[in-house]
T-cell receptor, first 117, second 112 residues
Framework: DTEVTQTPKHLVMGMTNKKSLKCEQHMGHRAMYWYKQKAKKPPELMFVYSYEKLSINESVPSRFSPECPNSSLLNLHLHALQPEDSALYLC????????????????FGPGTRLTVT | GQSLEQPSEVTAVEGAIVQINCTYQTSGFYGLSWYQQHDGGAPTFLSYNALDGLEETGRFSSFLSRSDSYGYLLLQELQMKDSASYFCAVVTFRENDYKLSFGAGTTVTVRA
């Protein structure tokens, strides 16, 4: 199984709503990531989890709250979002960092397309 | 700060060769990676360069020169299915962990 799955595929939420994005992988990867991608732009790193611990937060606003309940799951909790937060949210994973290639190769899920109204 | 520059668009015909250049300026540089993303799809890993030189993976090759802060992705025997966005991405070590930072992307259009 070389797949990263994300749910839901599409999400429309109001600015006062609370919702969560889910990501799952069963490849035994120990690093997981959240990226945000706007149309015609590159993915922008938001968070890095390594061995279920948050290791990088790219100064993301607190209305985005990540959670890594176990080594296979990654959640992104959303609250009081703004319309400019509308984007494709991508989850990715990679193997442990012991091999050089693993630093470069990340497996991406299909993303959740989020619209904030 | 950090910057990665790559051309915004490239158009070529089937069977041709395309080279996508990437110049970078960043601290904590570890290596260069390349990803492909089709419209509506997820980024997929193509190649990486941890050391100077050429890495060949089938029709795709990638090159790195650390002294020039420069790399490129070479797409050979272009096929229609190669129409996609291609991102160079630097791997840096900062804040006690490794991270991937993507360039703006190059849209490759393959014509018949």
């Amino acid at each position: 199984d070389t797949e990263v799955t994300q749910t839901p595929k599409h999400l429309v939420m109001g600015m006062t709503n609370k919702k969560s994005l889910k990501c799952e992988q069963h490849m035994g990867h120990r690093a997981m990531y959240w990226y945000k991608q706007k149309a015609k732009k590159p993915p922008e790193l938001m968070f890095v989890y390594s061995y279920e611990k948050l290791s990088i937060n790219e100064s993301v606003p607190s209305r985005f709250s990540p959670e890594c309940p176990n080594s296979s799951l990654l959640n992104l909790h959303l609250h009081a979002l703004q319309p400019e937060d509308s984007a494709l949210y991508l989850c990715a994973s990679s193997q442990d960092r012991s091999a050089t290639r693993n630093l470069y190769e990340q497996y991406f899920g299909p993303g959740t397309r989020l619209t904030v109204t | 700060g950090q910057s990665l520059e790559q051309p915004s668009e490239v158009t070529a015909v089937e069977g041709a060769i395309v080279q996508i250049n990437c110049t970078y300026q960043t601290s904590g540089f570890y290596g260069l990676s390349w990803y492909q993303q089709h419209d509506g799809g997820a980024p997929t890993f193509l190649s990486y360069n941890a050391l100077d030189g050429l890495e060949e993976t089938g029709r795709f090759s990638s090159f790195l020169s650390r002294s020039d802060s420069y790399g490129y992705l070479l797409l050979q025997e272009l096929q229609m299915k190669d129409s996609a966005s291609y991102f160079c991405a630097v791997v840096t070590f900062r804040e006690n962990d490794y991270k991937l930072s993507f360039g703006a992307g190059t849209t490759v259009t393959v014509r018949a």
